[in-house]
């Protein structure tokens, strides 16, 4: 599977000029075996560095490689994968709090998702 398409670089690139800016997460990576889940705002320039949230047991938000994800080899000649029905919603920091409250991202899009079906807001703190 392209872990891109060609309309979610050129918008992880826009917002990659925009730094600073509280972006909604505009892709989610995830391992289908296991840890790994990252929520990508940003592309540099250089194609490769993203920025978002990166979970490997622990949410952190941060810098991480697009070609060290497309290299991982998984189980049954697997890897990493682009989630198809993906939606942000809400600004990487709201993410990022919900997932430092529940202690993940899958616990967090639980969170986020049924706050928003309940029609919070933006401004609204989530209560986790």
């Not at 600073?20 to 289908?32: E, L, Q, R, S």
């Not at 949230?53 to 060290?68: C, I, Q």
């Not at 919603?89 to 409250?101: C, F, H, T």
């Not at 202690?103 to 986790?128: D, F, M, Q």
Request: proline share 5%; charged share 25%; hydrophobic share 45%.
């Amino acid at each position: 599977m392209r872990l891109l398409t060609l309309e979610i670089r050129a918008t992880l690139l826009i917002n990659g000029r925009n730094r600073g800016a509280d972006h909604v997460p505009v892709v989610k990576f995830f391992n289908p075996f296991g840890d790994g889940v990252w929520l990508a705002t940003e592309l540099d320039e250089d194609g490769d560095t993203m920025f978002g949230l990166a979970d490997l047991g622990y949410p952190e938000l941060g810098s991480f490689s697009l070609r060290e994800m497309s290299s991982i080899r998984l189980p049954l000649g697997m890897g990493i994968e682009r989630d198809l029905l993906f939606t942000g919603l809400l600004p990487i920091s709201v993410w990022a709090e919900a997932a430092r409250q529940t202690g993940s991202i899958r616990a967090a899009e639980r969170v986020v998702y049924a706050a928003t079906a309940l029609g919070g807001r933006r401004n609204e703190p989530l209560r986790c």
